[in-house]
């Protein structure tokens, strides 16, 4: 389980190992020799002591202190203020399957970094949200998780906007250094207030302010060569020769345009040449007064010390990674980008999990800058939406080790964890539910697993999982999700939403289950259970015999109310003679036959009246022998009365 | 100007939202329940903008009023008094201060375990109020009358349907309809003793339940019912057992709807499927003379054409709860954690 940290009720623990596995201590002494292990939904387990030998004597004491245990994984993204950031995302997520399904006809890449760009606009939400709620925090505890989360979705949104650059954006001639420039600047501003306040000032002497020379530095490193030109001409020596010459190196440095009309061969030609223009200034030593102009001009024929000694004064390599681009190899492409990135990092020791991304990023290693974001602890949110983008992007081919082409794979196994892990909540499996419809048919499978499984308290809840599952195709749910609340009514005595559940599962069996149940309530309480679901259900009576028969019988009441006696005799009778009333109901049936035979005008034919003695013969179990006898007495005389009646007309016969 | 949509995701699922009525300015302030989280809460919202560098207002939280279960319904009994069903079987009343709403609800009545399986719990689904009176419903069966100004129940209907009631309905002071999850619907004459239905008519054949019932703002006797399957009912309780007229409208449940205060001709609806929409109810509501020289209020059923339905916002992936109409503004609470203000609608 790729599970970053467990919480045990509401006390945290700290792993002790930290390798390939974790280790957690519990909080208490809960079980002594043995233990056993339940697993629940989703990423949740039950640890309990547990015995081999059944102890015979129980003892109380010993038993007061076996403890369940009940452990779950610790989801970042379940805490309210990143709700807002899986909830947002996922719009955009389905907006990108939408967009990916045009793009299988046409190009669609405006429409990919739009959707990119969305996505970076969420994460700086994200950023600013958190930055909002640590500033309000008191506890310092608090305030020290909710950093923690902002430098990771800083992280995120800078390799997202690296990403977005290096291969969702189409840049003309794939001439990447301008953008690479602007990565550097969005994502790593320094003295760009003190630039702007020196030059608010546009005072002389501005060389006073103890940040200038490192301003003009920073700005050089960030390519921002007017800016620095303009800072330079602050300085009170700004008209000296030095100064001037330095000026005229930064003016007339070659800019490379892919628009430009010059092939990049051209151009290198050029840039050659002004760079040993400038070598030749250095050498000739006429900067050796000005320490920091000579290293302004040593940073711009791109030398490696000069950069290096100047990696001090940045917490990391990305600040110089701009600049060192566009002093040594302006005209770069995407793809060239490896060898800056292994120089830049080489200026000083040490690394960081952010290095190692932006390196294979860099470096056009997809594969390993996935492997490497799924260690970061956001629950798989980061690596799930990148990786979907490069994919639909086309930029994305992962090869495993028999040189099968596994990207799809990834991706989908990708969705498929992050999709069951908010399933597991209690509001966001919705939104887990549209991730898993994205990947079929797997996806779609787990979803009906996980959905059966789902707690149910409300009918609105079910009405809602209903729902949702039919918009996605995933037809198993309504029935047995149905079936499932029939059971439950079923089992409290619940007769009609009993029935009513049966009927919205289509299901024969449960049908036939709640209406048996309704019967024989009524063979004890002579009470009808739901007759207005009964006298308004249409076919749907049709699903089962025992729903059929219920549904007549109810209308035999409904006849009988009304005082429609021959109507109500005729279904009775046809009730008798159909012969699908079951056991336990034909003394009810007969009994009731009682009630029209004793009307002053008959209700029965004659031979109806047959029919019933036949059946009142053939189940003779069925009724006490003394009301049985009062009913054939009954019959005698409705025969009586009916033979008469039927002799005297003929026609009728 | 253009309809505008402002989103705001808030965490939660949004089962109802209610603007709070205002005496003399224009309202800002609303009412929101949430459901389907482990801790549910009525919250109360502004429209501020507090660095004022902005020319947008964005809804702010001022209060938040944790319950038991799900909110399933929120109408107001008074002007800052309204009633909350939860999905636990309780009831509640809460009063928001007049003058300053930063202030926590208050509790006037709690109405405890109203709706019931004996010891079980069960949902109190839905609620109406009309003038301080309460009629609410539950999954029990039951309809219960409540004084929203003493706290008191003063009517139950035991088993007013064998099945679990999903919406409930006004008609006039002593008259209330109810659908159940059939979409059997049964209109109950509160003055009887009886515990049977005055009349009951069923909104269509498919089974399906009946989510939302309202009457016409100006023509009481009409009634419309939206369906589990996303179709529309209307009524003549004139002449009622069969709808009028029924509509196949949206492709998911319709969730709630409501005319547009101003304009009796504007119903607004929102869905399962996501969709908010607005429609046109002028043609449909039109008098006329029938054959009979009876007075035809609904168009007839084969008409279906010229009714008019204009989607407000882009359908979104998950579903709209509810909306609530103020003037040109619309607020809709959806499952996507979100709250939306459409502004500028023309009415």
Redo the contacts between chains.
């Keep these: 389980m790729n599970s970053s940290s467990f919480a045990f009720g509401a006390v945290q623990d700290r792993a002790l190992t930290a390798n390939t596995a974790k280790t957690f201590v519990l909080p208490d002494k809960c079980f002594k020799k043995y233990v056993g292990c339940a697993w629940g939904r989703g990423n949740k387990f039950t640890i309990y002591p547990y015995s081999h030998t059944e102890s015979k004597t129980p003892n109380a004491a010993e038993n007061s202190e076996n403890k369940l245990l009940s452990i779950r994984q610790d989801v970042l993204l379940f805490r309210p203020i990143l709700r807002r950031l899986v909830n947002e995302s996922n719009g955009t997520y389905l907006s990108l399957q939408k967009a990916a399904e045009t793009a299988k006809n046409s190009d669609n890449q405006v429409e990919f970094l739009k959707l990119s760009r969305q996505f970076r606009s969420i994460i700086r939400v994200c950023i600013e949200s958190l930055q909002k709620a640590s500033e309000q925090e008191l506890n310092s505890d608090d305030r020290n998780t909710s950093s923690s989360y902002i430098t990771i979705f800083f992280s995120i949104e800078c390799i997202w906007h690296l990403c977005e650059i290096l291969f969702v954006d189409s840049i003309p001639g794939d001439v990447v250094m301008p953008y690479l420039l602007e990565w550097v600047r969005f994502n790593f501003p320094c003295h760009e207030q003190t630039a702007g306040k020196l030059l608010e000032a546009c005072e002389r002497g501005a060389e006073d302010d103890k940040d200038y020379w490192d301003t003009v530095i920073g700005m050089i490193v960030q390519g921002r060569v007017d800016v620095a030109r303009a800072l330079l001409k602050l300085h009170s020596q700004g008209e000296s020769n030095d100064f001037k010459l330095v000026d005229n190196s930064l003016r007339s440095m070659p800019v490379y345009n892919v628009y430009g009309g010059i092939s990049t061969g051209e151009f290198q030609i050029l840039w050659k040449h002004w760079q040993a223009e400038c070598r030749s200034k250095l050498s000739s030593g006429v900067l050796s007064s000005q320490p920091k102009l000579e290293l302004i001009i040593r940073l711009i024929t791109g030398e490696y010390k000069a950069f290096e000694s100047i990696r001090g004064r940045y917490s990391s390599w990305f600040d110089l990674l701009g600049g060192w681009v566009m002093f040594t190899a302006p005209w770069s492409r995407r793809h060239e980008l490896g060898a800056a990135a292994s120089a830049c990092a080489g200026m000083a020791p040490g690394r960081t999990k952010l290095d190692d991304m932006v390196r294979a990023l860099l470096e056009g290693d997809l594969h390993q800058l996935i492997h490497e974001i799924q260690q970061i602890s956001d629950n798989g949110w980061f690596a799930t939406h990148l990786t979907d983008m490069l994919f639909h992007c086309g930029k994305l081919k992962i090869l495993d080790d028999h040189h099968n082409n596994v990207t799809a794979k990834v991706r989908e196994s990708l969705i498929l964890e992050y999709g069951s892990l908010l399933m597991e909540h209690k509001s966001l499996w919705s939104v887990g539910l549209s991730y898993l419809a994205t990947v079929p048919p797997e996806g779609l499978r787990r979803a009906e697993l996980i959905l059966e499984r789902i707690p149910i308290d409300t009918e609105a809840k079910a009405m809602r999982i209903v729902a949702e599952a039919k918009k996605y195709g995933i037809a198993g749910i309504a029935p047995s999700l149905s079936r499932c609340l029939c059971a439950r009514h079923l089992q409290a005595r619940r007769l009609g939403a009993a029935l009513c559940w049966a009927v919205r599962a289509r299901c024969p069996g449960a049908a036939q289950r709640a209406a048996h149940a309704a019967l024989r309530h009524y063979t004890q309480a002579a009470s009808l259970a739901a007759r207005d679901l009964l006298l308004t259900a249409g076919p749907a009576v049709l699903l089962s015999d025992a729903l059929l028969f219920l549904g007549k019988y109810c209308d035999f009441h409904r006849l009988y109310n009304s005082r429609e006696f021959k109507k109500a005799g005729d279904l009775l009778v046809s009730l008798i003679t159909s012969k699908i009333a079951p056991d336990y109901f034909w003394k009810t049936l007969l009994l009731d036959t009682l009630a029209l035979l004793e009307r002053d005008e008959p209700v029965f034919t004659s031979k109806d009246t047959y029919e019933i003695m036949l059946c009142l013969e053939l189940k003779p179990s069925n009724l006490e022998a003394e009301k049985a006898d009062l009913l054939r007495l009954a019959l005698a005389r409705n025969l009586a009365r009916t033979a008469l009646a039927e002799g005297e007309d003929p026609g009728e016969q | 100007m253009p309809l505008e949509v402002q989103g705001k ?5 949004i089962n109802k939202v209610r603007w709070i009525p205002e005496e003399y300015v224009e309202t800002k302030c609303f009412f929101t329940g949430s ?4 801790i549910n809460t009525i919250k109360v919202w502004t429209l501020d903008n507090p660095d004022e560098d902005d020319e947008v207002d964005y809804p702010h939280e001022l209060s938040s009023y944790p319950v038991e ?2 909110v ?1 319904q929120i109408k107001f009994t008074d002007k800052n008094k309204i009633a909350v069903s939860l ?1 636990n079987g309780d009831v509640k009343v809460l009063e928001i201060s007049v003058y300053d709403k930063k202030l926590p609800l208050k509790e006037l009545f709690h109405f405890k375990k109203l709706h019931n ?1 004996g010891k ?2 069960c ?1 109190c ?1 839905s609620l109406d109020t009309l003038e301080g009176d309460i009629a609410t419903v539950g ?1 029990d ?1 039951n309809v219960n009358i409540l004084s929203g100004r003493r706290g008191e129940i003063t009517r139950t209907i035991k088993e007013a ?4 009631l ?1 919406s409930v309905c006004f008609i006039k002071h002593n008259e209330a309809i109810t659908g159940n ?2 979409g ?1 619907m ?1 209109i109950w004459d509160l003055r009887s003793s009886e515990n049977k239905p005055a009349a ?1 008519f ?1 909104l269509a ?1 498919d ?1 399906l ?1 009946a989510t939302c019932i309202i009457h016409h703002p100006t023509q009481p006797h009409i009634i419309l019912a939206g369906s ?1 399957s996303g179709s529309l009912a209307v009524w003549d309780l004139r002449m009622n057992a069969f709808p009028t007229s029924l509509v196949n409208a949206h492709t ?2 319709v969730n709630e709807m409501q005319f547009h205060p101003e304009n009796p001709h504007k119903l607004i609806t929102c869905s ?2 996501g969709e908010l929409w607005e429609w046109n109810m002028e043609a449909m509501t039109k008098s006329s003379k029938g054959p009979d020289s009876q007075l035809v209020t609904w168009m007839p059923l084969d008409d279906k054409s010229s009714m008019m339905v204009n989607s407000l916002i882009s359908a ?4 709209i709860n509810t909306l609530h109409c103020d003037k040109g503004r619309i607020l809709c609470g959806a ?4 709250i939306y203000l459409v502004k500028n609608f023309k009415y």
């Design positions: 995701f808030v965490s939660q699922k459901w389907d989280d482990d279960g799900d399933t999905s399986y079980e719990k949902s689904t999954e069966g349907d064998s099945c679990s999903h999850l059939r059997h049964k009951s069923l054949g089974e339940a589990e998911a449940g399962v499927s979104l992936h998950k579903s499952d996507n954690e979100a």
